[in-house]
Structure formats: structure tokens, C-alpha cells
């Protein structure tokens, strides 16, 4: 009782700290090595990046939690400046997990960008029955975000607000090999858009089953042996995209290996390409994080955007907290 009490109290710390403070892309850790955690998923990361993960984390106690928030800081607006209807802008951002047992756990995850994009995603995930490498995850995922468009040839301000089902797969195939499938707004509930500036205007989509869904499939390589502290992982972003080119990212982690604890045993460092196209578009991330003791991890990531076939002058910087409990 007392256990199921101190979980539900962290899971409402979350949304207070969601919509009251700054704590930025779903993760320090998923980030910094690239974006592409999908068939990774061994961390309270997956709560977003692919909740079938939930149910396979074999390293966890039964009834063992996590909680990661991560935040955007120094960015080009102003330290902690967070403007208003700038879309999709994960400024801070919150990934739970709790293991119920072996087979079952469930997840939150949360993003709030300070100038009116919030998303709440509540979910569980679960081992298939005929075969225990693999997993399935499903996520109610609430969406509401402003923005600018131009319905009627003119800009205006936006309000969108989206009910929708994410469904997600998780194959470990040899304990040095996985694959993942994220699926994001694989069902749309329902959803409308709004605009402040048309009184009376509203359109309005629901029931809308695998269109426009974004599907991202992943995989990922942790050796062991002499690699062992090795993650390398490759994915597509949206790849039956009908807007444009696929995005595709890659990515590792290094984790270094002793026989005694130090500061580089504790230190994990990563780096990656993040939704890249060969215009070329995207990002090059770096990472870092240490480990204070055992339920601890304190890191930081890093976008550098590439553009035109050059270095873009603008980047952001992100820091982030992970407690095991």
C-alpha cells in the first residue's frame, strides 16, 4: 500500500512540476546519442520513445521506478525565455516508469514548452504471451498546442488540441541485437483546431485509424565482451512520410568499463546525427552523464543544427536528472 501511495504521489509531483516550473525532447539520454532510443528502450525513456520497453526491463527490481526530467536552458531566446506559439517545442520534459512485474509496467510521459504546447501520455506495455523477447506498448496520448497557420490564406494564431493512440513494439532478438517500432498517432481519437482570431471557426477530425500515423522504426547493437559499454542504434523518423523525405538518425553511447569505480566508470558519453536528410537538414547532438551513486544520473545534451550544407549559427543546450527509486 504504502508503495502504491509513493508512486502515485511522484506521478503528481510530475504534472505539478509539468505545468509550475522549468524543468527537452523527451530525454537527455535518447537525445545525446541521436534521437533514436526506439530499440533501445532500457530506461524510463521509453515512457515516450517506445513503451513496449516497459516490460522488459530486465535489469529492474519488481516494483522498481524512474523518473527523468529534462529541460532546454541558454537557448537563443534568453536563459529559461519561453516564447509563445512556437509548435513543437518540447522545452521540458518528464519520462516515468514503473516495472509491476517480469511481464507488465506501465508509463508517463509529459512535455510543456512555457508557451502553450502540453502533451500527457499515460500508458502501459506488456510481454506477448508465445514469446517473451517480445512486447507490446499502448499509450493514451493528449496533445494540445498553439501555433501559427493560414486557413484562409491569412496567418493566424491556432489552437490545437489532439486525442490520440500510440502503439509500440519491441523485439530483443539476441541479447547483443534489438528492434523497435514506434508508432505515434497510430489512432486518432479525436481533435480539433480553433483560432482566437475567427470567432466561431472550428475544424474538427476524429476516428482517424493509421492515417497519418508516424511510424519510426529503430535498431540497436549493445556488444558485449571487449565492446561491452557500447549502444549503437540507427532509425527513421516517419518513414512512410507523405509530406517529404524520410529523416534518419543514428547514434551511440559509451559507457567505459573497470574493474573499480572512477570518474570514467560513472561517466557515459554520446553522440549522434539527428533527423538528417540529405538536403542537407538536421542535427548533430552531443551528450554526457555521470552517475552519483547508485540511483542517481545527472546529464547534459546538445544540438549543433546542420544547414545548407554548413554549420547553422543557432544550437541549444539541455540538462537533465534521472532518480532511481
Known sequence: MKKSLSVLSAVFVMTVMLYGASLACWGYRPMGMGGTFVAVADDANCAYWNRAGVAQLDNWEKGENQIVLTTRFLDNEGFFKREPRVGNSYYDTVNFAHKVD??????????????????????????????????????????????????????????????????????????????????????????NTTSPDIPGWRQDFSNSFGDGVNVRPSIAWMPDGGLKGLVVNAGVYDAFRSYGDPLYSAGFEYTPQGKEESFWTKSSFRAGVYNYRPNPDGAVTVGYSYKVGETLDIGYYSFLWLSADKFAANSDHNIGVAYKF
Open 102 to 191: 517480469d511481464n507488465f509496467g506501465w508509463t508517463f510521459a509529459g512535455e510543456w514548452s512555457g508557451g502553450g504546447a502540453v502533451a500527457l501520455s499515460p500508458s502501459i506495455g506488456f510481454r506477448l504471451p508465445w514469446n517473451d523477447k517480445m512486447s507490446l506498448g499502448i499509450g493514451y496520448f493528449y496533445y494540445k498546442n498553439e501555433d501559427y497557420g493560414t486557413p484562409f490564406g491569412t496567418r493566424v494564431p491556432l489552437d490545437t488540441v489532439q486525442n490520440q493512440v500510440h502503439l509500440d513494439y519491441l523485439w530483443r532478438i539476441r541479447p547483443e541485437w534489438s528492434f523497435g517500432i514506434h508508432c505515434e498517432n497510430f489512432w486518432l481519437l479525436t481533435g
